[in-house]
């Protein structure tokens, strides 16, 4: 006799196990590429410190599995955006030097100071509540300065950085926060050798300078990213902040890909066949029927879609131009017939496939294995591989392995 709703034993169910897809995740990738960058970073510049930048969830990877991870590779720094991720660490046992970087007012500083979590500031409101926040808690709080070096983004540029370095100084004085970093972000981040790298570097170093005359105990500079750390080690400076290359992803696929950079892309997104069946030619595929078969033909339906953060622009359009994007199933390379539905897609199989229900579709993962790449998707989809891997859904079960990398 079936087992009433409320004698249902809950915490017997494996959600991972029950759902169709998954995203792997090789730990020990992740390892590999957060040792390299190490490794480099010292042969030139022995004293700074790599920080693992940890925000969106670890780029959809999981944040605690990866800050851990990262740390016992040799970072010895942990970046998020938001404050929430920060605090979800400390809540983890991490004890490494985090810093949260974007806040908007009303946030309770007084919660990271508490937990020893350095914060950004950019403007001189946000510097005046850091320090009333230390203040109040009879806590030094340790801040850093976010500097706009002509992202045009985040942080006042050097005509206003006056307007902020002044009440941090006030309170430094006042013994309530230590100015302890500076730092900012490149616009041409893909490009190292555009000329604004290099006219961002030099507003960076008049910043800094600024900074110091003004009286702050400087610790950190910091402005590169993934790409900087890889190509250009005159960024270095006291601190480099890769992200997208922790998880093995190119941050600059026009030079190369993952391996040209000694990276191992870390995630393989998966899901097993639900259908496999037979569509006669000129049969119309998935809504709107933007794809027809141009012959007899098998499909393969994959139990993803948009909700899973599958972009609807992989969406495939007819038999014979089709640009959707790539799916490997066993050995054959295909790509996505038609729209990408909320939880479902269709790839046109072809009449000899030999695919069966139940068989594995590989979206992404590594190109060594044969396996399309989080790359490939970002150009079939008009973006860039940091969308497709961060834009995975919650529903997705992340499964981790610690598969030793060559």
Known sequence: MPLAATELDISAIDAAAAYPGRAVINLAAIRHNVSSMVEKVHAHSPSTHVM????????????????????????????????SEALVLRSAGITAPILTWLHAPGIDYAELISLDIDVSVATPEAAEAVAHAARTLGRVARVHLKVDTGLGRNGYTLDHLGEVISPLIAAQNAGDLEFVGIWSHFAFADEPEHPTVLAQADVFDRAIAMAEQAGAHLELRHIANSAATLTNPRMYYDLVRPGLAVYGLSPSPQIGGPAHFGLVPAMRLEAHLATVKELPKGHGVSYGHQYTTDADTKVGIVPLGYADGIPRHASGTTATGGLGAPVRVGEQHLRIAGRVCMDQ?????????????GDVAVLFGDENHGDPTAEDWAQACGTISYEVVTRLGERIPRVYVDHPVS
């Open 52 to 83: 693992a930048v940890v925000k969106a969830d670890a780029y959809g990877h999981g944040l605690v599995e990866v800050a851990t991870a990262s740390l016992q590779a040799g970072a010895t720094w942990l970046g998020t955006a938001q404050a």
């Open 345 to 357: 897609f269709v790839v046109d199989l072809g009449t000899d496939s030999h695919a069966h229900a």
